[in-house]
């Protein structure tokens, strides 16, 4: 066993697991305990929490696991000082440092004390590269004028980079109409006004941001709510964007005569 998986909730750790199942590798699945993932619930895993983490990598160790994979989506649980164990005692003030940062600060911490540990973390688009579509346009035709809001979408990511806030924004006419927040992309799209029908969603990596972990992600249910928002299409920049289930995503965003760009 060389590879543990930190799975958190959303698509993208079930794919992994049957990926690399299927290509003879399965990796040893890790799941915190107030965050269960969409993984096959037959399949074995070791549950934890944070303030068992320092067991947790001793554990991963003795298994012979070299190599951890972060992947899903997992909200920032509290830390109970009751259930701190003797091994993760000393990890606390990292963990609660992290804990306290931005989404991309939070995740370096916790990637540099994995690599403490002599853990190497690896993407999961390292693991799986078909999960990183190829630039161009994959279905529809692209819109006339569309670089002024390329523009303007480009520029709102980097301030919102700058505050390691969120990683998509709404965008029509030049003018940015919302902006992700921690709820994530569905929550965004979900709350979209009338002001953005039409707009296009453009989703990119934050400037600077370790794609190690948290790498952006766009799949069949971003496709369908961008579709139910009655946005005109969906740009993601090539090469630091996954997309779940791309056949069904096109196939969902044809139906409604939108467009999806990869752009490079």
Do not use: N
Not at 29 to 42: A, K
């Amino acid at each position: 066993m060389s590879l543990a998986l930190i799975a958190g909730q959303g698509g993208l750790p079930p794919v992994l697991v049957r990926t690399l199942t299927g290509q003879g590798h399965p990796p040893l699945i890790c799941e915190l305990e107030q965050f269960p993932s969409e993984i096959d619930p037959d399949l074995p895993r070791r549950r934890f929490r944070l303030e068992t983490l320092g067991s947790l990598l001793e554990d991963l160790k003795a298994a012979g696991v070299t190599q951890i994979c972060m992947a899903g989506a997992v909200r920032r649980p509290g830390i109970d000082p009751a259930r701190i164990d003797a091994a993760t005692a000393p990890l606390v003030p990292r963990i609660a440092a992290a804990i306290g940062q931005g989404d991309d600060g939070a995740l370096r911490a916790i990637i540099t004390l994995f690599e403490d540990h002599g853990f190497k973390v690896v993407g999961a688009a390292t693991l799986v590269p078909d999960l990183v579509p190829a630039h161009g346009m994959h279905c529809g035709r692209r819109p006339d004028g569309i670089d002024v809001d390329i523009a303007a979408a480009q520029e709102a990511l980097a301030e919102m980079g700058r505050a390691d806030l969120g990683q998509a924004v709404i965008v029509r006419d030049g003018q940015v109409i919302a902006r992700e927040e921690d709820a994530g992309t569905d929550a965004l799209l979900a709350g979209l006004a009338d002001a953005a029908r039409g707009g296009l969603l453009y989703k990119a990596p934050k400037p600077g941001q370790d794609l190690r972990a948290d790498m952006p992600l766009i799949g069949p249910h971003t496709a369908q709510a961008a579709a139910q928002a009655g946005l005109s299409g969906i740009v993601i920049g090539a090469g630091g964007v996954m997309v779940l289930d791309l056949p069904i995503v096109v196939t969902k965003l044809e139906a409604r005569d939108m467009f999806l760009w990869v752009k490079p």
